[in-house]
């Protein structure tokens, strides 16, 4: 029998699997393969988030830890694309600036800037930039899949039907035994077991070239990628439900505009698109069905998903 048995293998899933094999457990993820948002192109490590400045607790420790991370699997020999690069946070007026800097921790690295003095050209109309030195940008699939693979553990393809505090039915009725279970479902998953939740759809817009060497974040994000750029956000109102129709044109129209308002995509062709669902609202902990979760990271998954999961990790172990 499997020591601790996670449902859902995205970055959650991914980062607690990988935290329990290094304390000793013998781990087993079930991956249902669908609509994982984990899988986005280029996942912003920016602690300062949204249009507010907001800087949550446990962000430049969370950024610190993903960046060590993706360290120690580059060189175990994991092809994880990312750039530790810095990022840049162009502020529209003086307020807004204010508003951010009643919320930076002294603890985070920041530099104000000119819009004249910013590193790469930005559209007209910023009032000044935050230049984060300590962001960047990572591949959300190869991250996550690294981490997956580092931990050693059995992966299960297929759904969970009913869990419990040591076991999981799937939909073909395979019962698989387990010493825990840890479930961390994302968006799809919630509705599937039939949570009550906050979904949030967002789209990613697939760019022939970076915009920018740097990620450029203020409502919307430019990013380079792996291969090429990206443009995206997480901008259409909040559902009860998931969630996985197409893009409205609307929605197409003003992400474009978005990304016009930061830096000139004058040349740049749009090659694709990616789409997902985000769960908002962070439960972490023991159930008192005696299951444990960590779940609701919404966009914040790779700032703080491996550090919710390590000390998830430990108190499962434990």
Same mark, same amino acid.
């Given at each position: 029998m499997t020591d601790v048995l996670v449902i859902g293998a995205g970055i959650a899933g991914a980062s607690v699997a990988y935290f329990l094999a290094l304390a000793g457990a013998t781990v087993t993820v079930l991956d249902a393969g669908l609509h994982a948002a984990s899988?986005?192109?280029a996942a912003l490590l920016n602690p300062v988030r949204g249009q507010s400045g907001a800087v949550d607790a446990g962000a430049v420790e969370g950024m610190t830890l993903t960046w060590e991370l993706v360290q120690a699997l580059?060189?175990?020999?994991?092809?994880?694309?990312? $750039?530790?690069?810095g990022v840049l946070r162009p502020v529209p007026d003086a307020r807004t600036r204010a508003r951010f800097e009643k919320r930076l921790p002294a603890e985070l690295a920041h530099t104000w800037l000119t819009p004249s003095e910013s590193p790469v050209p930005l559209s007209s109309g910023w009032d000044a930039v935050l230049h984060l030195p300590e962001g960047g940008w990572v591949d959300g699939a190869a991250f996550t899949q690294a981490l997956l693979a580092a931990s050693g553990a059995w992966v299960v393809h297929g759904r969970a039907r009913s869990w419990d505090a040591t076991s999981v039915e799937l939909e073909d009725s395979t019962r698989l035994e387990a010493g825990a279970v840890v479930w961390c479902g994302g968006s799809v998953g919630a509705s599937w077991a039939g949570h009550p939740a906050t979904h949030r759809a967002g789209t990613m817009l697939l760019l022939s070239r970076p915009v920018s060497p740097l990620p450029i974040s203020f409502g919307a994000y430019l990013s380079p990628a792996a291969s090429g750029g990206v443009l995206g956000a997480t901008f259409e109102q909040p559902s009860p439900i998931w969630n996985a129709g197409p893009l409205p044109l609307g929605s197409l129209d003003w992400l474009l505009k978005k990304g016009e308002a930061l830096a000139d995509m004058s040349g740049v062709q749009v090659t694709g698109r990616w789409s $997902? #669902? *985000?769960?908002?609202?962070? *439960?972490? !902990?023991?159930?008192?069905?005696? +299951? +444990?979760?960590?779940? !609701?990271?919404? #966009?914040? $998954?790779?700032?703080?998903g491996p550090l919710r999961a390590r000390e998830l990790a430990g108190q499962v172990a434990g």
């Open positions: 899988t986005v192109s580059t060189d175990a020999g994991y092809a994880v694309p990312h $750039g530790k690069t $997902g #669902s *985000r769960l908002s609202g962070l *439960r972490v !902990g023991q159930t008192p069905q005696g +299951w +444990w979760q960590l779940t !609701g990271l919404g #966009s914040k $998954g790779f700032l703080l």
